[in-house]
């Protein structure tokens, strides 16, 4: 397969554009789709592959069912089909989401530990990608960095791929994994001995063949044994060891020395390589890496639900309370858990998967947010699941977090009824009267139409928030952002200005000084705080000239995570200000940039969010890390 000839080649819709890699199975290229204007990356199978006997119609059975893995941490397939590629005949290929971050290679390369949390959060979101895969009986047999990508965006998001070479589970074991228990595959399907280079590399195979990665192989695996969901689990304690320690736990000179070790070698304590490492994630990770598979996590959901509960502990022990931030602002955090909660979580490992009910769906960085009606707003990242959250405490222990929790309510009750009375002692009634009739009629003001050229902060803009600084004047308002946790959103908004109107048109004019191109910013409308969360519409660009129309939803399984309307691409000005544009009519949006209107895929150019969100604030949207941007000009029409 000449990869030259191929790129600026038509495989149906698409437009081949450049190669991204290649491995035994097949080449993987970026393309394009010019009428849904939306980047992918397409998978040709090699010929040799797709020549093997009953490669077709297994290829075609296997690719429908990976197709129905949605999941925000699983690469998604849009499309399967074949292609005649000339003398090389007729090839299958795969149509898949493109993730341009990179993969979890990349970050592993210099050999150095990742941060702590990030490696507990991405080993939790890829082991409830692997669950729902299990569910749909497919073990994904070669989980390593390489096939774990990165997004671009500022969340830094992990997705698994290439479960091209997984095999199906046997059907006929399906009712054990509604009971929990995984199956196995008939022995029968595990014939033969496989060679060394099959051991390396890794491919779509028939039933005989040996899949796996030797640095990743579960012992099972490696004895021809049969497998299941838990030998993804190990995979993955490999993975979740080598972003621990910027090390995999067994490393040889031959593939054969590698293969040992994972049948015969216990794995290090990670903490031997890494003191930073807890001694409970040290746990985790030995228990994930056990050679037998019944004394592993049993099932991925309930890996997933004890890291989950880890990160509850970490956020406890690195975040401490507002009061301490140094800051003299009161900072909208997640409620605390209580000791008892901090004790539970402490035994998350050595727990059976019936005693641990769910997992919290916290997120675990806390909000760079200050109180919602007087500065910046910030969805953090959320747990993604496939199941509801809910989270049960023995009852013992729920009335003592209870009596806990009570007594500071309470107290803060009767604080508060105490000023009120010496105010009403020292103030006349008809004052206090007076602040009760208007003072909930400023928030729900509609907003008249106004137009910020920023030579003051007449309209009281946000100032500042944690690891955000701002300074207005001059003609612009400029925003620093300092080095931030992944998937954090600031959204500074003007104060003195009311609530949406049903029909309005926001436009902005923006220009990132300093940052990455995955940075987005843009214009933020119908902003709603929900605790520690936001309800809100945005249009964003970046740097990359990319556009996007993103949906955020407080209630949602996550509340940090942007739901796509539209997107596209955009010509940007370099070294300009670009300006956006939002059009709003009831539920009905369209939008412009730099004077162009945008293709939302629509004869009519609009996107409709029927029974969506109204009223609310009109603002911005600004990412970290590391970022500055100015606004020039802000203004509200009102038809």
């Known amino acids: 397969m000449d990869s030259d000839a191929l790129i600026g080649q038509r495989l149906g819709a698409y437009l081949i554009q450049r190669q991204l890699g290649e491995g035994a199975m097949a080449r993987v290229y970026k393309a394009y789709h010019s009428r849904l204007r939306r980047d992918v ?11 093997r006997p009953g490669f077709a ?78 569910e749909r009986g497919i073990v994904h047999r070669d ?28 059907r006929r074991a399906s009712p054990a994994v509604r009971r929990g228990r995984p199956p196995l595959l008939d022995e029968s399907e595990e014939e033969g001995e496989p060679t060394e280079p099959e051991l390396e590399h890794l491919q779509l195979t028939s039933a005989g063949e040996l899949i796996g990665t030797a640095a990743y192989m579960a012992p099972e695996q490696i004895k021809r044994l049969p497998v299941d969901a838990r030998t993804d689990i190990y995979a993955l304690g490999v993975v979740l060891f080598q972003m621990l320690t910027g090390h995999p736990p067994f490393e040889a000179d031959s593939t054969v020395g590698l293969l040992y070790q994972h049948v015969h070698r216990t794995a290090p304590d990670a903490r031997t390589i890494n003191p930073a490492v807890s001694e409970q994630l040290a746990r985790m990770t030995a228990r ?83 109180s919602a009606l007087t500065s910046v707003l910030r969805p953090g990242r959320a747990s993604t699941d496939t199941g509801t959250h809910s989270q049960t405490l023995p009852a013992s222990l729920r009335g003592q977090i209870w009596q806990r929790r009570r007594l500071p309510f309470v107290l803060s009750g009767l604080v508060l009824l105490l000023l009120i009375a010496i105010t009403l002692m020292q103030s006349p009634l008809s004052s206090w009267l007076a602040f009760l009739n208007t003072s909930g009629s400023t928030s729900e003001a509609i907003a008249q139409p106004f137009t910020d050229t920023f030579q003051n902060n007449q309209q009281r803009w946000t100032e500042s ?24 959103y600031y959204f500074p ?31 933020a409308f119908r902003l709603h705080p ?24 407080a209630h949602a399984a996550q509340p940090g ?5 539209a997107s596209g691409t955009y010509s940007p000005r370099p070294h300009a200000p670009d300006t956006l544009e939002i059009s709003v009519r009831g539920d009905t949006f369209t939008a412009r940039i730099n004077a162009v209107p945008l293709d939302f895929n629509a004869p009519t150019h609009s996107v409709s969010d029927r029974g969506g969100y109204s009223g609310g604030k009109a603002g911005l949207l600004l990412t970290g890390p590391n970022a500055r941007f100015s606004i020039t000009r802000f203004s509200l029409r009102v038809p």
């Open 41 to 51: 990356a397409i998978k040709i199978i090699r010929p040799e592959v797709a020549a």
């Open 57 to 134: 119609a297994r290829f075609e059975r296997e690719a429908q069912l990976i197709a129905s893995l949605e999941h925000p941490h699983i690469v998604a397939v849009y499309d399967f089909g074949e292609a005649n590629l000339g003398r090389l005949g007729t090839i299958p290929y795969l149509v898949m989401q493109y993730v341009g971050g990179g993969t979890l290679r990349d970050l592993l390369r210099d050999r150095r530990p990742l941060d702590q949390r990030l490696a507990i959060r991405y080993a939790r979101d890829l082991a409830r990608a692997l669950h729902l895969a299990h």
């Open 143 to 170: 989980v390593k960095p390489q096939n774990m990508l990165l997004t671009s965006g500022p969340q830094r998001e992990i997705l698994l791929s290439d479960f091209g070479i997984a095999k199906l589970l046997d």
């Open 288 to 370: 994930a890496l056990a050679k037998d598979p019944d004394e592993r996590f049993q099932s991925a959901a309930e890996l997933a639900q004890a890291l989950d509960l880890l990160l509850l502990r970490e956020r406890e022990a690195i975040y401490p309370s507002p009061r301490d931030q140094g800051s003299g602002q009161t900072l909208a955090q997640p409620s605390r858990a209580s000791a008892i909660e901090l004790a539970a979580a402490q035994e998350a490992s050595s727990l059976a998967p019936s005693q641990i009910t769910a997992a919290p769906s916290h997120t675990e960085t806390p909000p760079a947010a200050t």
């Open 465 to 488: 928030a944690p690891a955000l600084s701002t300074a207005i004047g001059n003609g612009q308002y400029l925003i620093t952002i300092d080095q931030t946790p992944p998937a954090t």
């Open 493 to 523: 908004y003007p104060q003195a200005v009311g609530n949406l109107p049903a029909s309005f048109t926001l436009q902005a004019q923006m220009q990132r000084l300093a940052g990455e191109e995955e940075n987005w910013y843009g214009i």
């Open 530 to 553: 929900e605790g520690n969360y936001v309800s809100c519409y945005a249009l964003v660009i970046d740097g990359a000239g990319h556009y996007a129309l993103w949906k955020f939803d």
């Open 561 to 565: 995570t942007p739901l796509v309307l």
